[in-house]
């Protein structure tokens, strides 16, 4: 997070933090999908 904000010119990380929050959230729900949908089509396959 700190190159992010330092790239974005934020003084403070919190500062990025506090903008993007939102986005960091849905891609960690994305990547949650996509782990659940690979883990249940292993097991219909098995």
């Not at 974005?8 to 659940?36: F, M, P, R």
């Amino acid at each position: 997070m700190k190159t992010v904000s330092a790239v974005l010119g934020h003084s403070q990380t919190s500062t990025t933090l506090n903008i993007y929050a939102h986005a960091v959230a849905e891609v960690n729900a994305k990547a949650v999908d996509v782990v659940e949908d690979i883990y249940t089509r292993k097991r219909k396959e098995a």
